[in-house]
């Protein structure tokens, strides 16, 4: 049950402003042409159906708002199962206005927002889809459309029964969920025969498997078997070995023992030997301590010599060495003397020397003298040299001119010369060149000696300076030649001197060496004394020991030793015997331990094997258990399916079959509708019966039992047919009609059919929860349950729409 | 002085369609006459005040012109004078064209009012016409230059906002003006509301109401319970009021004057609850209990269907044979169909097609995603059709099976 309540508009074509308020049965909106009662009609459409309506019915948005305004608004307070929910749209010129656009409830939650979700909203909570909308509101010229019902796109009946839906169902839908299972049945079919390959051949290989696995474990058990017999003999040759171990441990000891005991004795016998020889000593030993003794006593009257003789040295000897001293001092002397005596001798000659030198100072000056006025002359000589030089290349000179020129000038005035005179003056030249040549050569080799003389001039200046310097030496050396001879003489007093005392003390000397040789020989007597002193106390000492005792305990541990030595090399030969078994024991040890060795790697080896290969088998098995369920569960998949394709393609039947029965439900419903309605409004008596054929064609059946199509009828006759049939059809449709919107039914119709009508109307508000009915004619308006009053106000044509 | 005081007349009314009803109205309004002259004649009344909606609608037809002379010429006949102002449905608020009262009142019958007053004595009637509350600021400010210094009674036809109105009208908000708004010094004879004696709580104001029963809340009601009639409420009281205006000042007594003798109006209220049809119709035995002859019956169905049911199998149309004698039954039903919190409208196509269906195919799982495929198929969703569709025959999305190997 739903119902419209209140309508509001704000700015929607002429129409401002209005608040109009809907009660149950009819609701006639009375206006004059153009007042705006379509537009309060429309606005219920649009409020409703939003865009989807306005694209049915081409009418653009910028037709919709009023000029001068940017936005329409239209508002719906409609009651659904008692709930009330305000439906808003607002739209502007271009487009809606999303976010005013919505459905609210009571207490202000919006339920739908937007304009396609308000629609959905709406076709949701009213029953009514857009298309069935048009058959709800009848505008205005368009009543008569539904006769035509099966031409004109928006009525057709298949449409509205969803038949068209029902077919794509069936190609679309059904088709594709087939096609889907098909594919899915297939899949599985093929997954399935690839599983019992895969089954089979899992297991093929499990057989195997298990046969193998059986061999392996009898050679396993046959392996055991041999390994354990060999262990036990193992176990019994290795008891044999360790008690011949110990064995021979006990061998080794006793002859550690033995050989102990051997040095031992060797030791002892030794230590005996000594005693025994020691013993024997004793009596020697005695016999030399009184020897000693005796001597003992005379050594001290020797001591009292001793010391006498030792002052007499100390003495002797201070004196003799005062004699070497002198005598020592004597040869320093003398050495003294000789040194000096030598030095006298080089000077003396060195002075012979120098006077030598100085005997030839005159000769050598007389040389010097010579020397350099030799060296002036031929330092004219040079001179001369020099200026003939000049001489001549000045002659040369005025040759050349006077050569060169042929008119012939004086070189010297530059006066014209005749040729005689030139050739004279040439011949002059170079004569006066000739003779100039002549003494040149001359000169020249006399200055060769130049050189030669000068480094003599040298080197007898150099000896002159000699000589000087020798001259100055010798007073110096005179004097010290003096010096030295004076010396010598005192030099000789002081070895008389010396000499004298010397002798003195020479026999001094003979003394003390006398009494140092006496003194030595007291001395050694009295070290060797001493010697024996040692000697007496060392043999007392000795002699105070006891060896005895000492042997006697030493033979009894002898006489021990040795019986002991010879209960344990008994012992060892018996144990060596067992010995030699020893080796033979070990060698087969060997051999069993290798053959429990290897038995026991390939015993391993088998059991490895058989380990691996039973969990390789229960993989296998597991692998073909999950197998098989796989196919179990993939069967019974497939099964689900084929039976889900049976479901399919009976579905696919039923709707089929649906279809007419669907057409036929819906014309009955028609039908019987319309018998219902059309006893109320029937025109003519002669027209009986409207219905619609399976055809979908509309037909009018008169008295006379003729039946004729409804398009022979006249207008106002069809106007009100097909009122009747919108009724019908939307009733047959819908069931419950929540709104009805009719623009101008009386339209052609004459006042009394208008009446007819209009009470027919009233009925018709029993079943439909709204009914809204425009007329500019007022047949309405008394009949009405609510009157709303569409007036224009203003010279613009802006109307207000109001309830009465 | 004593005054009578009527509104809502709605001459030429033709009530649910029928034309007894609009008879009905014209024979209320005789009546009302009668009455007035009685009382003239027994108390001395002296002045008779119509504020508003005399007529149904601003072109009322001749006969119904007539009807009106008639009455008013009784009136002027026995010397009263008769005032009267214009309310929503005898003029148009926005344009009055020529409303019907001048008509009468160019025939001097009655004394039009519409901002305008007469003296009587020291009482001042003054008539305001019907305005929108939007306009009502210059109501206001006219009455108050019209009040004089004595006993002021304003006739206005306007709902006066806090009055305790039962039914409420479509256009109570349009023709609203608060109280506060209003003069406190004066009487104020109204009109709009049909309730009969309504009083307003704070304002010197009583509505007089109808003459006739205007809504189906005002009829004598029954409801069928355990198979028998209860009455719930008896019809309500029609008429007019007598005013006693002292001509000193203080309270005006008002006095409701009962018309008797209007048709019955009778509304039965029959509830569904979930119980099959047949259950159902043997209730409805209790109906015929009562007389209902010559009234007008308005049986209100309300409640659930059964499971399963539609409204075609319970047959309610045939409740008006089991009501005899009546001027009209109307069957008004409010039923809904059990489960259904949506309004998803089960009836009609979708019933249909289910039930086509439903025969073709055995279950209703199926039966039900086809519906939904469909409409989804008619909205172009078809993908999500095919979803439904394979959801409604058990297949899963679930492509599980691929994930089994």
């Not at chain 1, 000795?542 to 021990?560: D, F, G, H, T, V």
């Not at chain 1, 179990?632 to 394709?645: A, H, N, Q, T, V």
């Not at chain 2, 033709?14 to 034309?19: A, N, S, T």
């Amino acid at each position: 049950m739903a119902s419209v309540e209140l309508i509001e508009i704000e700015n929607v074509r002429s129409v401002r402003k209005a608040s109009i308020r809907l009660s149950s049965g009819v609701n006639f909106i009375y206006g004059l042409n153009g007042a705006g009662k379509t537009t309060i009609l429309d606005s219920v459409a649009i409020a409703l159906y939003g865009t989807d309506w306005l694209k049915r019915k081409r009418i653009r948005l910028s037709d919709l708002v009023t000029m001068g305004a940017s936005v329409g608004v239209v508002r719906l307070l409609v009651n659904v199962n008692g709930r009330r929910y305000t439906i808003q749209r607002a739209f502007s010129r271009e487009k809606v206005i999303e976010t005013q656009t919505y459905v609210m409830s009571e207490d202000g939650v919006r339920v739908a927002e937007r304009d396609r979700e308000v629609t959905r909203w709406v076709t949701e909570n009213l029953g009514v889809d857009v298309e069935l909308f048009n058959l709800l509101y009848a505008r205005q010229g368009e009543l008569r459309d539904i006769l035509e019902v099966n031409r004109r796109e928006e009525f057709k009946l298949d449409k509205l029964l969803k038949i068209d839906s029902m077919d794509k169902l069936q190609t679309e839908v059904l088709k594709s969920i087939e096609k889907r299972l098909e594919g899915e049945a297939k899949a599985l079919e093929a997954a399935i025969r690839e599983n019992n390959g895969e089954r089979e051949r899992i297991e093929r290989k499990l057989n195997e498997a298990r046969a193998r696995a059986k061999e392996l474990e009898a050679l396993i058990s046959k392996l055991s078997e041999e390994l354990s017999s060999k262990e036990a003999e193992l176990s019994r040759l290795r008891d044999e070995e360790r008690r011949l171990i110990g064995v021979r441990e006990r061998f080794n000891a006793i002859n550690d023992e033995l050989s102990r005991l051997k040095d031992e004795l060797n030791r002892i016998n030794a230590e005996v030997k000594e005693l025994e020889a020691k013993v024997k000593e004793r009596e020697a030993l005695k016999a030399r301590a009184r020897e000693i003794e005796d001597k003992l006593k005379a050594s001290r009257g020797l001591r009292d010599e001793l010391s006498r003789l030792e002052e007499l040295v100390n003495e002797l000897g201070g004196r003799v060495r005062e004699l070497e001293y002198k005598e020592s001092m004597i040869k320093e002397l003398e050495r003294q003397r000789s040194d000096l005596d030598r030095q006298i001798r080089e000077l003396e000659d060195e002075l012979e020397e120098l006077r030598r030198i100085r005997e030839g100072r005159r000769g050598l000056e007389e040389r010097i003298r010579e020397v350099t006025s030799r060296l002036r002359e031929l330092d004219e000589l040079k001179a001369r040299r020099t200026s003939l030089m000049e001489e001549l290349n000045h002659i040369n000179e005025e040759l050349n001119i006077l050569k060169q020129s042929n008119e012939p000038v004086c070189p010297v005035c530059k006066r014209p010369l005749n040729p005689d005179d030139r050739e004279r003056i040439i011949k002059e030249n170079t004569e006066r060149v000739r003779r100039i040549k002549e003494e040149l050569s001359v000169i020249n080799s006399r200055l060769r000696d130049y050189d030669n003389l000068k480094e003599v001039e040298e080197d007898l200046r150099g000896k002159l300076a000699q000589v000087k310097v020798a001259e100055e030496r010798i007073p110096t050396l005179e004097s010290r030649l003096r010096e030295l001879r004076g010396r010598l003489t005192e030099l000789n007093g002081e070895l008389e001197a010396i000499r004298g005392e010397v002798r003195e003390l020479a026999r001094l000397r003979e003394e003390y060496n006398s009494a140092n040789a006496k003194l030595r020989q007291l001395r050694d007597l009295l070290k060797s004394l001493e010697g024996l002193q040692e000697e007496y106390l060392r043999i007392n000492a000795e002699l105070a020991k006891n060896p005895e005792a000492e042997l006697s305990s030493l033979l009894s541990n002898r006489s021990r030793i040795e019986a002991r030595i010879s209960e344990l090399e008994d012992e060892a030969k018996r144990l060596s015997g067992e010995l030699a078994r020893l080796n033979s024991i070990e060698e087969l040890i060997n051999k069993v331990e290798n053959e429990v060795k290897e038995l026991r790697a390939r015993l391993e080896q088998g059991k490895g094997s058989l380990n691996q290969l039973i969990s390789s088998i229960g993989e296998m098995e597991n692998e073909a258990k999950r197998i098989g369920e796989l196919i179990s569960r993939r069967s019974e998949r497939l099964r689900f399916i084929r039976g889900k394709l049976q479901e399919v393609t009976k579905l696919a039947a039923a709707i089929e079959d649906a279809k007419p029965a669907l057409r036929r439900a819906l014309l009955n419903a028609i039908n019987e509708e319309l018998r219902d309605t059309f006893k109320v409004l029937r025109h003519k008596e002669s027209l009986v019966e409207i219905y619609v054929t399976e055809d979908y064609e509309v037909m009018v059946k008169r008295s006379d039992g003729r039946e004729l199509p409804v398009n022979m009828l006249s207008m106002g006759e069809r106007n009100l047919v097909a009122l009747v049939l919108r009724f019908a059809l939307s009733k047959a449709l819908l069931g419950d009609i929540p709104i009805m919107l009719l623009d101008e039914p009386t339209e052609h119709l004459d006042s009394e059919h208008r009446r007819r009508v209009s009470n027919w109307l009233r009925d018709l508000s029993e079943v439909v929860d709204t009914l809204i009915v425009t007329s500019h004619v007022d047949a309405f308006e008394n009949t009405a349950d609510n009157v709303i009053r569409v007036e224009v106000v203003n010279p613009r044509g802006e109307s207000i729409a109001y309830n009465a | 002085m004593l005054i009578a005081h009527l509104s809502d007349v709605h001459l030429g009314r033709r009530q649910y369609g029928l034309e007894a009803r609009a008879r009905d109205y014209e024979l209320a309004f005789l009546r009302a006459i009668d009455e007035i002259a009685r009382l003239r004649e027994e108390k001395g009344v002296d002045l008779v005040l119509v504020s508003g909606d005399l007529f149904d609608n601003p072109r009322p037809s001749p006969s119904t012109y007539l009807t009106a002379i008639r009455g008013f010429s009784r009136l002027r006949d026995l010397g009263m004078d008769v005032l009267v102002t214009r309310g929503n449905h005898d003029a148009s608020v926005v344009n009055p064209v020529d409303n019907p009262i001048t008509v009468l009142d160019s025939s001097g019958l009655v004394k039009y009012l519409d901002y305008g007053y007469v003296d009587y004595g020291r009482v001042r009637v003054i008539g305001v016409g019907c305005v929108p509350t939007n306009n009502r600021v210059r109501l206001i400010k006219a009455l108050r230059e019209l009040m004089g210094s004595g006993v002021n009674v304003v006739m206005m036809h306007q709902y006066v906002e806090g009055t305790p109105y039962r039914y409420p009208m479509p256009n109570i908000d349009y023709y609203t003006i608060p109280a506060n708004e209003l003069p406190k010094d004066a009487y104020y004879a109204v009109g709009h509301i049909h309730e009969h004696a309504l009083r307003h709580p704070t304002l010197e104001a009583v509505y007089p109401g109808s003459l006739e029963v205007w809504d189906s809340q005002e009829f004598e009601t029954h409801v069928l319970e355990d198979g028998r009639l209860r009455m719930v409420k008896g019809q309500d009281p029609k008429g007019f009021l007598l005013l006693d205006v002292n001509e000193g000042g203080g309270r005006v007594r008002v006095e409701p004057i009962r018309l008797k003798g209007g048709r019955r109006m009778i509304k039965v209220i029959v509830n569904v609850n979930g119980e099959p049809p047949s259950t159902f119709r043997e209730r409805l035995g209790g109906l015929g209990a009562l007389d209902y002859r010559d009234a007008y019956v308005e049986v209100n169905v309300i409640g659930e269907l059964g499971d399963g049911y539609g409204v075609r199998d319970y047959g309610f149309n045939t409740v008006k044979s089991l009501i005899n004698g009546a001027l009209k039954v109307n069957v008004k039903l409010s039923v809904t169909k059990r489960g259904s919190a949506k309004a998803q409208a089960t009836h009609g196509l979708i019933e249909l097609i289910q039930t086509v269906l439903s025969k073709s195919i055995g279950n209703e799982a199926v039966v039900n995603a086809v519906l939904k495929a469909l409409d989804l198929i008619s909205d172009g969703k078809v993908n999500e059709a095919v979803a439904i569709l394979e959801r409604g025959l058990g297949l899963g999305s679930d492509v599980g099976w691929l994930q089994w190997s």
